[in-house]
């Protein structure tokens, strides 16, 4: 199991993925936005998406946890 | 004169506007969100007024609770700055409803700039040259292949609402064009609610001078030089100059004279900027109208002696301007780099704690800037965090001054793209004034990697 963790604090803009998808190692998972910039968030294992975390719209902190793949 | 202006913005502009207030014996009134509660602007200004949670929404761009606020304290006018509520068509009309002065032009005239495809058609009929495109809003992805086709490849894909590059893409072949259209759409709706597109020719190798004027409520309109601001990241200047190191004084002359009739022919009041861009054999076409005061305006101060926050203030007030075109000489040489807090090779934003900050001071050195030692530089914002403004004599004079203080510019606890500026302003092709818009691809970037570790 690992945890994909935000880069950088920000507001969390999309989640590109449903609990229960199939995905591959650097695809997209979330997308971040921060000083008004867009930053894509890859998960660095493939997997099941176990868990996702967080909720569109959250304000979220350096390193908070943002979905579960298994 | 006003006797209390609310200034509806954050940061270096906040801070630009109460200084310029202060000298002229003005009041303001400061807003902010709860992040910013600690910030220079809220200690600055004569009152400052909490109105609500760092996301702009819920703060700088909460129309009413800002008219809450100018009603509250009798502020007699508002300046908008840039970016936030600066060109919102709807603000500008709910201050002006009110019975307070909007500093800057009519709402309609904003309105009829902001649509960046009606502003084409308008500029078309003032006989300012356009860049060969289309005219009305592209439906969906056939209809943009068949205009590129006919256009021919490569084109510019834009959103009509479109701002700091947000919607806009270079496409070099209809396969480009059909995976981009539609994102591109989508993101105009999303940022700014309106997802209409439109297609431009692409401009080889080009500059991006733009012309400042300012223009009475009496028909006087006086341009006051060009600003070149070729040199951009993610679409968004970082370094601006003036006078333009590329354009011929015939050049100059000819886009001062097609910024006039631009500015007459749509009833322009107030300080307003012409974006033009221009090609290698110095052909000039309209880009679009900037209805306020930009961030670069700086370098115009620097070379015409001008405090462009004063000409806005006593134009808004209803004054005549107190000169002509030809009285505003042009003198030196200046250049401004835009401080980001931000990776200086990848750019991605870099928000933290300012630990320490130490401005370099020098002769012909000017700072804006939004920060200092013990500054939380938080996500909510443009990344922007101030400017370094330098004069000289000459440009060669103002290049080795700007160096020099990049170089002794200290700021720790966040990654800034300073080491990014210092590459760019020392490179041999900088140096010459050979800035197009591909001056980072071409030779930042490629030799970027030891840069910022």
Request: a negative charge; one cysteine or more.
């Amino acid at each position: 199991m690992t945890i994909v963790k935000a880069s950088m604090a920000g507001t969390v803009w999309k989640i590109l993925v449903t609990e229960g998808e199939q995905v591959a190692a650097d695809q997209e998972v979330v997308i971040l936005e921060s000083m008004k910039m867009e930053i894509p968030i890859v998960t660095e294992e493939a997997g099941i998406v176990k868990r996702i975390i967080v909720a569109e719209g959250d304000f979220i902190n350096v390193d908070d946890d943002l979905l579960e793949i298994e | 004169m006003f006797k209390k202006v609310l200034i509806a913005n954050r940061g270096e502009i906040a801070r630009r506007i109460i200084r310029t207030c202060n000298r002229l014996g003005i009041e303001t009134v400061a807003i902010y969100s709860e992040a910013d509660a600690n910030s220079l602007h809220v200690k600055e200004a004569t009152e400052s007024f909490c109105i609500g949670k760092p996301p702009v929404a819920q703060s700088y761009l909460n129309i009413d609770a800002i008219l809450d606020v100018a009603k509250q304290t009798g502020a007699d006018a508002v300046h908008p700055g840039y970016g936030l509520l600066s060109e919102n068509a709807a603000f500008a009309k709910r201050v002006e409803e009110v019975g307070i002065t909007f500093i800057g032009p009519k709402s309609q005239v904003i309105q009829a700039m902001g649509s960046k495809l009606e502003a084409r058609k308008t500029m078309q009929q003032a006989g300012v040259p356009i860049v060969q495109g289309v005219n009305e809003p592209i439906e969906d992805t056939d209809e943009a292949a068949k205009i590129a086709e006919e256009i021919g490849f490569p084109v510019m894909l834009k959103a009509s609402a479109g701002g700091g590059g947000i919607g806009m893409q270079l496409v070099n072949n209809e396969e480009e064009l059909r995976k981009a259209f539609e994102g591109n759409q989508k993101r105009a709706q999303s940022f700014f609610g309106d997802g209409t597109m439109f297609i431009e020719k692409f401009i080889a190798e080009p500059h991006h001078v733009e012309v400042q004027v300012l223009a009475d409520e009496h028909g006087n309109v006086v341009p006051v030089y060009e600003r070149e601001c070729s040199i951009q990241r993610r679409n968004q200047k970082v370094v601006e100059e003036a006078p333009s190191p590329f354009i011929s004084e015939e050049t100059r002359k000819k886009m001062l004279d097609a910024a006039v009739d631009a500015a007459k022919h749509i009833g322009y009041t107030n300080a307003g900027t012409i974006e033009f861009l221009v090609d290698r054999n110095q052909n000039f076409y309209f880009l679009e109208m900037n209805t306020r005061l930009q961030v670069e305006h700086p370098v115009t101060e620097e070379i015409t002696g001008l405090d462009l926050v004063e000409q806005q203030l006593k134009v808004a007030n209803g004054e005549k301007l107190a000169f002509k075109r030809e009285d505003i000489q042009k003198k030196g040489h200046a250049i401004e780099v835009r401080i980001y807090a931000e990776h200086p090779v990848t750019f991605f934003p870099s928000p933290g704690k300012i630990t320490k900050l130490v401005l370099p001071e020098g002769e012909g050195i000017r700072h804006e800037v939004a920060v200092e030692t013990g500054s939380d530089v938080t996500p909510f914002y443009d990344p922007m965090i101030g400017k370094l403004v330098v004069y000289g004599a000459t440009r060669n004079e103002a290049c080795v001054r700007l160096a020099d203080a990049l170089s002794n510019y200290v700021i720790e606890g966040i990654k800034t793209n300073i080491p990014m500026l210092l590459e760019t302003v020392t490179h041999e092709q900088f140096l010459k004034g050979i800035t197009t818009t591909k001056f980072v691809e071409e030779y930042y970037l490629p030799n970027a990697t030891s840069v910022g570790k």
